[in-house]
């Protein structure tokens, strides 16, 4: 047995991590890494929260998100969750309104029904509409890249952005043993953080990408290549 926040707290302390990066880059509000920290269950919202937030945390820091969880179950979720007394339901007041929203929606709907079938009737009236004439040049289509990550050996926490990394995220979380996640970005320039790059295979269309072994790496992977990017 061991104390799960103290654990977590010192594991964000040799590595110099601040709050709002560790919310940056988990998704979890720095309130709740603030909760974990001090084994305060009671403010996060749910058992189901709780098993989530230990995992990805743990996973972050590169720990054993799963012995974080097991550690959890085994010393809260029988003790004060069952203290705890039963949630009181609430009574569903029916009003006289409901029939006055429910036409308001029918009558949309049909407004909307309306509305496709004029512009159906329009587009079928010969002369109504004439094709763009050609300009004689070829237009060009941009085609997007796939990114699969499989995870392998114990998974591995990935965040992945699109061209740089400041980029639209496209994903963030974990990747565990034998998942596929595909992310189709709208680009073919992908930029990765991957907490331990041995956890996990990586190919762009198709093509397996080769991760240098480094913790906390960062590149940027295009269908050309791959750059190993610093600090």
Known sequence: M??????????RERQGLGYPEIELATKIRAK?????EEENFTSIPGDAYIRGFLRTYADYLGLDGDVYVDEYASRF????????????ERRRIRTRERPIER???LLVLAGIVVVTVL???????????????????????????SLVLH?????TYVVARLNSPSGR??????????????VFGG?????????????????????????????????????????RLHG
């Not at 979720?77 to 009181?88: A, E, Q, V, Y």
């Open 187 to 227: 680009g073919k320039r992908f930029y990765l953080q991957v907490r331990k790059p041995a956890g996990i295979r990586v190919k762009l269309d198709g093509r397996a990408v080769a991760l240098p072994a480094v913790h906390n790496l960062r590149v940027l992977v295009t269908p050309q290549r791959t750059t």
């Open 151 to 155: 995870g392998v050996g114990r998974g």
């Open 2 to 11: 061991f104390e799960i926040g103290n654990s977590l707290r010192e594991a």
């Open 119 to 145: 512009v159906f009737v329009a587009f079928r009236i010969p002369g109504s509409s004439k094709p763009a004439p050609a300009t004689g040049t070829k237009q060009r289509h941009h085609r997007t890249a």
């Open 32 to 36: 709740y890494i603030r909760a974990l």
């Open 77 to 88: 979720i029988t003790s004060w969750r069952d203290d705890l007394p039963p949630r009181r």
């Open 169 to 182: 995220l496209v994903f963030s979380g974990t990747v565990g043993v034998g998942e596929d996640e595909i």
């Open 103 to 105: 036409r308001a929606v």
